[in-house]
Nanobody, 120 residues
Framework: QVQLVESGGGLVQPGGSLRLSCVAS???????MGWYRQAPGKQRDLVAT???????NYADSVKGRFTISRDNVKNTVYLQMNSLKPEDTAAYYC???????????????WGRGTQVTVSS
C-alpha cells in the first residue's frame, strides 16, 4: 500500500531553520508533490508544491523563506524552511499524486504529518 512518511519536524527558535523530508513508497506514476500545514483550530493550508519536472509553487506567506525540492529517483520531497516565525507553527503534511498500481487511478496520498513548533 502507498505510504508517505514525513520527518524533520521539531522545536526551533524564531529565525531558525528546519528541513522536512517526505518519502513516498509503493507508489507509481508520481506526479505533483507538496506540503500543507494545519495549525490548531485552523484549516489545512497550502505551503508549497512541486511538479514532477521541478516547477515550484509557494504560498505568499512563505515565499523567500521556504524552498521545496524533490528527488524523483527516491520519490522524496523536501521543504527547507528558513527564517522561521512563530506563525509557522503547525503540523506539516506532505502529499503526492500517484497510483497504487502501474495502471491505477491517480489520486492524492497524504502523510500523517510532522509537528513544527517555532518558539523562544
Amino acid at each position: 500500500q502507498v505510504q508517505l512518511v514525513e520527518s524533520g519536524g521539531g522545536l526551533v527558535q524564531p529565525g531558525g531553520s528546519l528541513r522536512l523530508s517526505c518519502v513516498a513508497s509503493n507508489i507509481y506514476r508520481v506526479g505533483t508533490m507538496g506540503w500543507y500545514r494545519q495549525a490548531p483550530g485552523k484549516q489545512r493550508d497550502l505551503v508549497a508544491t512541486i511538479t514532477n519536472v521541478g516547477t515550484p509553487n509557494y504560498a505568499d506567506s512563505v515565499k523567500g523563506r521556504f524552498t521545496i525540492s524533490r528527488d524523483n529517483v527516491k520519490n522524496t520531497v523536501y521543504l527547507q524552511m528558513n527564517s522561521l516565525k512563530p506563525e509557522d507553527t503547525a503540523a506539516y503534511y506532505c502529499y503526492s499524486v500517484g497510483s497504487a498500481t502501474a495502471w491505477g487511478l491517480r489520486i492524492n496520498y497524504w502523510g500523517r504529518g510532522t509537528q513544527v513548533t517555532v518558539s523562544s
